[in-house]
């Protein structure tokens, strides 16, 4: 079983990790950028490890997938506020059968993944992830396009004119508050969302355009906390799994790409870039290494699978009731 023996190990500590790279998760694991109060858990005193099937109900009935809407205030006060779509995103699209969350790990370069991924009903792509150029790996559907603020706000990535963001759905966020208070989240976000997506919006008035409320990050946040031994950064979830949760409210079965490592894992952080760095894949600001175990006790397919195809199968939300 030596193959099968690499890959992802539920239990990964960050005493597994590299002393650099250690190091790093040590100081976030001390900072408090956002505020995070946490109580613990509540069943603290006799806290058992909860199994799959136990997690995933945990995460379907604790993860609320909220996008801001034009009646939540203060943007309901704004001039801007109908740039922000009347809904939630939940009730605009969907339901599809089946959906493909793409990582951008390196790990996908030379998978040939790209018909199997573009055979799905939706494709959830991360960032300045490209597709032109790299299908046979990575496909080339894109339904929803997920992006951090601060991919909105760099010069480099030219959100607001690049033809790389202009295909499929797209989804914002932004390090909230740990008290997801939306007033003061307007006040201190990390990088310029808002003043990007006014912009954004006043030049593509046609593309649906989302931004999720803080309060979700730190709903899946805790998610992760509770069910690790070790205390885990304060910092948001990646990208990642937060596309994961929302394909999960959206979709019957979820398959997610190269999230866990195949036997192709390499320290190449992106399929799409020559940078190498072992955090991409293991996390330094992002709780990621506690994401991936996570993940891997979610997964309903094979150790095989995800071996060969960096494949993890995870249930929609609406095909199982708690
Ligand atoms: O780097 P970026 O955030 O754009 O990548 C999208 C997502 O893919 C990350 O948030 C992370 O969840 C996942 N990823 C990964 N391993 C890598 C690179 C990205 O798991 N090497």
New binding site residues.
């Given amino acids: 079983n030596g193959a099968l023996g690499e890959v992802w190990n539920e239990e990964m500590s960050s005493s597994m990790l590299g002393k650099r790279l250690r190091k790093v998760v040590q100081n976030y694991q001390a900072m408090n950028k956002y505020g995070v109060r946490y109580p613990g858990p509540e069943n603290a005193a006799h806290r058992s490890k909860l199994s799959g099937p136990e997690l995933l109900c945990q995460i379907k009935n604790m993860v609320q997938i909220a996008t801001l809407t034009q009646d939540m205030e203060p943007f309901s006060g704004f001039p801007w506020a109908s740039q922000l779509p009347p809904r939630q995103i939940t009730a605009d699209i969907g339901p599809f059968k089946t959906c493909a969350v793409v990582?951008?790990?390196?790990s996908l370069k030379n998978s040939g993944l790209g018909k199997e991924i573009d055979a799905h009903d939706a494709v959830i792509r991360?960032?300045?992830?490209p597709t032109t150029g790299f299908e046979k790996d990575v496909g080339s559907k894109t339904t929803v396009r997920l992006i951090?603020s601060q991919v909105m706000a760099s010069e480099d990535h030219h959100f607001l004119s690049s033809s790389l963001y202009s295909a499929g759905i797209l989804v914002s966020w932004d390090p909230g508050p740990f008290s997801s208070d939306l007033g003061e989240w307007f006040n201190k976000t990390d990088y310029p969302i808002f003043k990007q997506y006014q912009r954004y919006r006043r030049l593509h008035p046609q593309q649906p355009f989302y931004i999720v409320h803080p309060r979700t990050e730190w709903q899946l946040w805790q998610r992760i906390q509770d069910n690790m031994v070790e205390t885990i950064q304060k910092n948001p979830p990646?990208?990642?799994?937060l596309g994961t949760v929302l394909m999960m409210s959206l979709c019957e079965v979820v398959h997610v790409y190269e999230?866990l490592p195949s036997r192709r894992k390499t320290e190449l952080?992106?399929y799409y870039q020559r940078f190498s760095d072992a955090a991409?894949?293991l996390g330094a600001y992002?709780p990621?290494l506690y994401?991936k175990n996570l993940v891997k006790r979610m997964n309903k397919g094979s150790d095989h699978d995800i071996y060969t195809h960096g494949k993890v199968t995870l249930p929609g939300f609406m095909t199982f009731d708690c």
């Fill in positions: 990582s951008s790990a390196g991360f960032n300045a992830a951090n990646s990208s990642g799994l999230f952080c992106h991409c894949t992002h990621l994401e």
